[in-house]
Each structure stands twice: as C-alpha cells, then as structure tokens.
C-alpha cells in the first residue's frame, strides 16, 4: 500500500529538534509507520534546485500539511512573505487537510500573530508546550485521519464502513423481500414499501449513504466483490476421513441469508430421510437423521460470526459418521467452550449481521445456538455434538447409521475427483443455486413443508406471476421450479391461480391460500 505523505512545515531554525524527532517517530512508530511517510528538507537529498521549488513540490504531492507556528515568522522574500506561509496558503489552495499545531508562548512575532490568526479563522488549531505535548496531538490527530478514511478500525467489522462501496451496492428487492418477512414473523415496524434508507438506516446499516461491512453481507447484490472469502465450502466424504477424490464438492456464493440455505440444503440432499406409513392420511412424518434445526443453527453460527477478516472460508464437510462445520473465527473474550454448553448472554462477534438475522427467522433466539444444538441431537438419540476452538472453530454433529423407516439419500449432481480442484479460482463454483431435494411433495406434516414449499411461500407477496416468484427464489430453471416448488404448493392447497381453468393464461396469477396463510401462521407460531 503506498503511504500518505505528509509534509511537516515551520520556521526550522525554531523547531529543529522537533522536526527531526517527529520525522523519526512518525515513521517508526508501529501504527503510523504503516500508514504515513513524513517529509523534512533536513532529511532530503541534495538537488540542483531552489529549496523553494522542493518545498512547493512537496506541498503539491502531500496529502496531509502539518504546520508548527511558534514564536518566528521566518526569513521574507521579496513580497514580504516567508516560506511557512507560502507552504500554507499552497496547501489551503489545494484543499489539503491541514492540521495545525501553534506552540504556546508569551512572544510571538507580529507577522507570526497574522499567520495564527489567520489560520484559525478557516481551521481547529491545536497548542502545545513541549514536544511530547505536540507528539500526543499529532498522533490522536494522524490515528482520527485514518479512522474516518476507514484505513483502520475501532468499531466491529460489521459496523465499519466499506469505502469503496455504495448504497447502489444493495439489492433493493432483497431488502423488501427481508422487510416483508420480519413484518410478518417478528412484527418489524416496517412494511414492504417503507424507504429503503429508512430500513437501513433503522438496522443502523447506513449512515449518510456511507455503507456498513453488515449492509453489504446481508444485501448485496455481489458479497463476493467486496469480500471475496465469503462463501461456503461444502464437501461431502463416503469415509470418516478428507480423503481425494471428493465425491461431492461445492463452493456456495452470495449474501448471508443465501449462504445459509444453500449449506443447510446441501447437508440435507445428502443425509438419510426417513418417512412414515400413510395410515393416518395423505400427510406423513418426514424425519432427517441430524435434527434440521441442529443443522441450521451450526450454520447459521458459523456463517453469522465468523471472522469476515480472515482468508479462510466457513467448510462444511459431512463424513459417514459426523458433520463438521468450519468457522473462520474464535469465541469472544472470556467465553469458553465449557460456558457454550450452559446458559450463557449472547455475543454476537457480528452484532449488525445476528440482528436481521432474528428477524427474518433464521435464528430463533439470541443466544441460545449451541444450547439448541445439544439439546436437539439428545432428543433424536444421537451423541452430544462437540464443540472445538483451535485455529478455528469447529461444531460436529455426530451421525447414527442406524435410522428406522424408509430411507433415501440425496445426491447432488456436481462432482469433482481431484481435492487439488478446491482452490476457488479453479473450482466451477455453483452460485445461487438451489440444491432442494424434491423429495416426496405430498408428505408435508402439518405446517412443517418441505424446504422448497415453505421456501415458496415465503416468496409470493399478493398476487405473482410466475416470473415475480421464480425471481424472488432466484431460481434460473423453469422446470425445477415448476416440480420442486410451485406444483406440490398447489397440490397441497397452499397456492392457488387467479384462472384455474386455465393454467398456462397469459395474465395468469398465483396467491395463497386460506389455508397457506394458516400454514404460515402456524409455522411462525411454532
């Protein structure tokens, strides 16, 4: 990264030593060394030109002007003005930031009384007595510099801004859709056609059309842009070790809300379902071998706080005998593993991020993940998960090979055969993809559906066309829309058409039901 220059002016026969000692400090110091590269002439190579011309030079190129008044004016030229005040009246009229430092004295040369006054009437200044005086004033200054340039940050990564991005950045209609959603599950005081500013601004995403890190995870139309590491690696092993080829492997893109879907999705189309017996109606238990809610939670957890700093992605890889999901990141200070497994408060590392995520239902309660996760696999039989911080934080939900009634397992279709092929560059990487087993569409339990269904939904807001919905999914192919969600909704009397005798109308028009609506509510309520 080039550093930004800064060009230290005053008289120098006063302020000598106090030159030299800030050249050396600002640019030894472990924070300010990284970021600032200091100009004195005392420490310039010799050139066959005026020192007036360098100095001038040095004011054009710089972005931050430090100017030390003192007691001296300094040597005139010919139009009765000194170098100091050139250097600054050079920096104004290039619109420097320009931070002035006047030295605290009883006599102070007439001109040099015109210069601070002048400088005060367009600028903050700060005093000084002594140089460690001056030093904490420019470093509290150079430090506030790089904060509002966002070069470092004090806030939680979610809470930064990204400066090189904007609120054209955001998908509108993934916000509405979000705002549609925790209206209706978690009474959010916002409707579908409230501002989009307002809806950020209320979340605390935006401020001043400045754009949190959060607001583009959770909204972007490109995450990835800005945060390249974001996605999910899922893998899939036959064995119990991560041994090549991979049968199943998938690198899953997108903002936060897709990430989580597409990895839980995965986990599913690949575990062992159970039905049961159709003797009490059309509609019959469905039950995975890992608890769904156990799965999306260690999920959730990993995608939710994870380390959006680090290189590493969330991995979820699923062996014969266990789950493992990967997180980037380590437990905040003071939590350990043992307080995972007792009530303990929330401490979200992604505060910004966990909010909308309540909200729109994919976390049920704040705090209570791990909790969840444990209580949920004892209740289905199964060994206590784990929970493991090393370089990163690991959560592993143990399978049983051993599941009651009719089983079937999901494969998904892409396959690559070389563990070699997971650097992202060379992986063909599936991007908005829905990996939904079809499963059997008439087996839904009471107001528990099948992902794709409730998926669906969720997704039609009055009445849709065909093309509004399949969008809201982004889903790309007709026919898997059509089989997976659409046609097992109207099956079941969850989804209706504006003009049922007439299913391929032109102007044809779907909408819930009485009795998807009820099956929502149900749903929220459970």
Known sequence: MDRIHIFISSVQSEFSQERAWLFDYIRQDALLGQFFEPFIFERNEAKDR?????????????????GLFGEK??????????????????????????????????????????????????????????????????????????????LIRLLPFDASFNRFAAIDDLDEEKIRQFVYVAHRKRAFPFTHDTKIE????????????????????????????????????????????????????????????????????????????????????????????????????????????????????????????????????????????????????SIPVNPLIAEPLYLFGTIERM??????????????????????????????????ENIDGKETTQVNEHKINDLEKQDPASTPQVEKQDTTPPHHHTTTPPHHFNVPVEKLLLAINGEMNRTEIQNNLELSNKKHFLNAYLQPAIEQGLVAMKYPGKPNHPRQKYFLTEKGIHFLTLKEND
């Open 50 to 66: 005026s020192s007036q011309n360098v100095y001038l030079e040095q004011v054009r190129i710089c972005e931050i002007f430090i």
């Open 73 to 150: 004016y300094g040597n005139e030229d010919a139009e009765g003005i000194s170098p100091t005040e050139r250097e600054y009246n050079l920096a104004t009229e290039l619109y420097k930031t320009r931070l002035i430092y006047v030295k605290r004295t009883k006599q102070r040369e007439e001109k040099e009384k015109w210069l601070v006054a002048k400088a005060e009437k367009k600028l903050v200044r700060k005093s000084f007595a002594d140089y460690e005086e001056l030093k904490t004033a420019i470093y509290a200054s150079l430090v506030r510099y790089l904060e509002e340039k966002e």
């Open 198 to 345: 307002t809806v950020l601004t209320h979340l605390n995403l935006i401020d001043n059309k400045r754009v949190t890190n959060a607001a583009i995870l959770l909204f972007g139309k490109n995450p990835q842009k800005f945060f390249i590491t974001s996605e999910v690696r899922c893998a899939h092993f036959h064995g119990y070790d991560k041994i090549k080829p991979i049968p199943n492997y998938q690198v899953y893109k997108g903002d936060v809300f897709q990430l989580i879907t597409q990895a839980v999705n995965f986990v599913l189309s690949n575990i062992k379902v159970a039905t049961g017996a159709r003797d009490r109606g059309v509609q019959v238990d469905v039950t995975y071998e890992l608890p769904v809610r156990a799965v999306t939670e260690a999920i959730v957890n990993a995608v939710a706080h994870r380390d959006y700093t680090s290189n590493a992605s969330v991995q979820v890889m699923l062996f014969r005998d266990r789950l493992e999901v990967w997180n980037p990141g380590h437990l905040p200070f003071g939590m350990t593993v043992a307080k995972l497994k007792q009530e303990h408060n």
């Open 367 to 400: 705090g209570t993940g791990t909790g969840e996760i444990i209580k949920l696999c004892k209740e289905n039989g199964l060994k206590e998960p784990e929970f493991v911080e090393e370089e990163s934080f690991i959560t592993t939900l143990w399978r049983n």
